[in-house]
């Protein structure tokens, strides 16, 4: 059987391992010491011997995005932007029918990058031209929500209609905002853990999955949902909108943005709940929390 044939199995911490130890041997690379790093739209391994990072997409569909993420961090390179590096290798493959990437492991020095770091590079992406062969698609905010939606088993029938009502709903009223801002090509998951302090200090963008041409309040809109949740102080969030000029909790499109935030918040985690009993808390909290625009978000980092 043809390995982008393989029967596809639900897109679990044990699945991804099995996909990235077949992924590994066919490129030559050892991944007896792969640690997981993150389980949420890809699995995310460290091969720390062989100083690579290994993505695992959940399947086939998403092929398209796994290409782009390639020819970003090109881009990316060739601009002067510092960010990931594929490695060596060729990709992407499918492997189990998912996309596999490989990338030069960054070295973290220890520090954390703060949301300051993360306006300056917005910023400096924001305002590059973007290359008439770029292969940029027009952002979807709402990519990958309805099939979460669709495909879960966590839902009860009432809280599915809820959730695709809720969708509908926040459609419409992003299909009506107007953008002071000029469009761009933009991150599309611009949060702070998309960022690496190197070993020398300097701060690299990673995770081009979601990379697209659009209105940079989208990417402005993550860092300041999460102010409201509670995730950074009043100060740092100032520092953020400071460093790149533009506060977009002043927009009056803005909370559309942050319910449209915290729906995909919601629905990511929604995937893993099986994982864990924590995280099948978390998610409860958080879809309680989308009832009612105005209660407080307690909700936990993942």
Known sequence: MNESQTTILPFTSSAAR????????????????????????????????EKVIVRI????????????????????????LPAAEPADYEQPL??????????RL?????????????????????NLPVPSDLPLPDFDIFGRVSERIAKTEALSDQDHEFLTARLIELREKYESLRYPLTPCAVHGDAH??????????????????????????????????ERLIGWHTAGEYESFADAYGFDV????????????NELKMTTWLMQNVNESERVAQEFRMRFASLHDDEAPRSWTPF
């Open 249 to 260: 909790i002043s927009w009056e499109g803005f909370p559309v943005l942050r319910s449209i």
């Open 94 to 103: 499918i492997i189990q029918g998912r996309p596999v990437t490989f990338w």
């Open 18 to 49: 099995e996909t990235l130890d077949a992924a590994c041997r066919k490129v030559g690379l050892h991944a007896e010491d792969a640690a997981l790093l993150r389980l949420g739209e890809n699995a995310i391994f460290q091969l720390s011997t």
């Open 192 to 225: 702070q853990q998309n960022l690496i302090v190197a070993l020398d200090g300097t701060v690299l963008l990673i995770d081009f999955e979601r990379f697209a041409f659009g209105p940079p309040e989208t990417d402005l809109a993550v860092t300041a949902t």
């Open 106 to 126: 960054i070295e973290n020095n220890g520090d954390k990058a703060s949301v300051r770091d993360l306006a300056r590079i917005l910023r400096q992406l924001h």
């Open 57 to 80: 997409a959940r399947s086939a569909e998403v092929l398209p995005d796994a290409r782009k993420e390639v020819a970003v961090a090109e881009w990316l390179r060739e601009s002067g």
